[in-house]
């Protein structure tokens, strides 16, 4: 298909004005009160880190009907659909035309594929400067109408590839047992009895990742833990003899960020785990969260590190039942969870595959 395809160059003055930003938003007025998407300089959630009940720097109208979002050290491209504000290190960019957003997702792609990548640096110097590819028709004219059919094409690929995935995994069943209704309602309505309690004491002794520097990783297929967000912490997949973490079990990174392991890892000295393999999958999750809420508090940083030994000291508010954690009604909870959850997701695979259907064809 892309064999036969004429291609021109472009830089991007030809197809977006740079915008002008005033009133740039300060991570003081995320204040979540409001309904306004705040962008900055993200990779993840679209580039959204937060709303805010300030006024909108940007309209979302008829006029101008979506905006790409450039992060200049992410290097990421976003697409704004509703009025929204800004942070610092961000560029807001408005079509010079009306183009569809499937159209805008195409040129963005080949657009982002062109810039060089800086790691944590500046990004838009180089942006604005690279030729990046389009095809064109006969006339030698910009092709929307190929860059509509190739994105709605891919799309339904992916839709596809979800419907298949959600029965595989038997996650297209989002109806609540009465069991799961009625656990969800306690919940709601307060009725839980909660106590602290002490990681330690639950799941033994937390244990510390030991450091594998960058040169020294071999290329292999072990997720290796560190500290961050990007990747759920997994900054490679290495081959190197390492001590390896059971899955089903908890991480906690530097910062006390606690994320739950579905599989075998190596982790850095930067994470400690905790031993929650033994329990059901389920309410290790459920332990996995109320650990976070317990850690991730703001206390540690790069000045005060999260170690293994801070695990072990951590107090955790689980449901309890005779005094003792109730791992059942937590593993009941989070299954409800999880379907509430997927509900959405369903139905959205749903709708777009039956409006893709002649496209799946």
Known sequence: ????????????????????????????????????????????????????????????????PYYVIFGDHTRSFNIASESFCVMDNVKVLSMSKIYSVRALMYIISSWKKCVPNKGYSRHWSLAKEVLFKLPMTVNNKIDFEFMESFIAELEAQRIAELDSYLKVTNLKDYTLTKEELQVVNDFESGVFEWREFNLEKLFGNSTRGRRLKSSDRIQGDLPFVTAGETNEGISAFIGNDVITFSENTTTIDMFGSAKYRSYKYGGDDHIAVVHTEKLPKFASIFVTSAIHKSSYTGKFSYSRNFYAKDADELDVSLPTKNNKPNYEVMETLISAVQKLVIKDVVLYADKKIDATKSVVG
């Open 1 to 64: 298909m892309l064999q036969k395809v004429e291609w021109g160059e472009f830089d991007y003055s030809e197809l977006f004005t740079n915008c002008i930003i005033k009133n740039k938003l300060t991570k003081f007025v995320l204040d979540n009160q409001g309904k306004t998407p705040v962008y900055s300089s993200e990779s993840t959630n679209n580039g959204i880190v937060g709303y805010t009940s300030c006024k909108a720097n940007f309209v979302v109208n008829k006029k101008n």
